[in-house]
């Protein structure tokens, strides 16, 4: 199987988060962009700050690579109004697809119109710019019951708000990769994760971000019905070399 086209080739730590400089950082940005043209990886995965001078790089390079960025990342808190700022900064900047973080934690505490209401002006907000949209759920926060009732409530906020032709540009993704876990429990995407997304999304497609760490594993998630996945091991994983343990 053929992989490549499904990888969303990932880096989002912030020079903080790696220990390296903005230079550094900003290099290993380039580096993961010219992977994913050399490859022909769909698209690579950044923070908004790096958005409008790798879409500049990629189309002075006549690449088909497009650039997905994240809205409201890591922790899915922010207003609806910083979120709408933020996603129009990435549209305007060149972004081919938003990654907003659902707010979960509003989520968890049953503030269920809160969250309907951010999907609905978010989504509406990408799809009239002619963007893919995903949301990521984040489900090593949530528990299996509330992973199927988040998905299902997108599904749902998707089909009466939106026209059926656009559900393949609304995504539900699985993780951020930085949500902290304890006792090694996985912060990414999981086979029974995945499993009880899909089972709830449909028409919508599924994107598995982070813990696939071997060829077989992404194959067997595409198997599935994954759509779409986001690893910061892009290269490693179709050359079938050692997948370090990070997002």
Not at 113 to 135: M, R
């Amino acid at each position: 199987m053929e992989i490549t086209q499904y990888l969303d080739s990932t880096y989002l730590k912030t020079p903080e988060q790696s220990g390296l400089s903005a230079e550094e950082t900003l290099q290993k940005v380039y580096e993961l962009t010219d992977e994913a043209i050399a490859n022909h990886f769909f698209e690579v995965m950044i923070r908004p700050d790096y958005v409008k001078e790798i879409k500049n790089y990629l189309t002075s390079k006549n690449s088909p690579v497009k650039v997905g960025t994240v809205i409201g990342f890591h922790e899915g808190t922010a207003s609806l109004e910083d979120k709408m700022k933020e996603a129009q900064k990435a549209i305007a900047d060149g972004a081919d697809e938003l990654d907003y973080v659902i707010n979960f934690p509003a989520y968890k505490r049953g503030e269920i119109d809160l969250v309907k209401d951010e999907f609905i002006h978010c989504t509406q907000l990408g799809l009239k710019n002619g963007k893919v949209v995903k949301w990521i759920i984040e489900i090593a926060a949530l528990t299996d019951q509330e992973i199927a009732s988040i998905t299902e409530n997108i599904k749902h906020w998707a089909e009466e708000n939106f026209d059926s032709k656009d559900f393949s540009k609304i995504f539900v993704k699985s993780s951020t990769g930085f949500y902290p876990t304890e006792n090694g429990k996985p912060n990414g995407a999981t086979f029974g994760g995945i499993t009880i997304m899909l089972n709830h999304a449909g028409p919508l497609p599924v994107k598995a971000a982070g813990g696939v760490k071997t060829p077989e594993d992404a194959e067997k998630m595409i198997a599935m019905g994954v759509r779409r996945i986001g690893t910061s091991a892009a290269k490693a994983l179709i050359k079938n070399e050692k997948v370090s343990d990070d997002y």
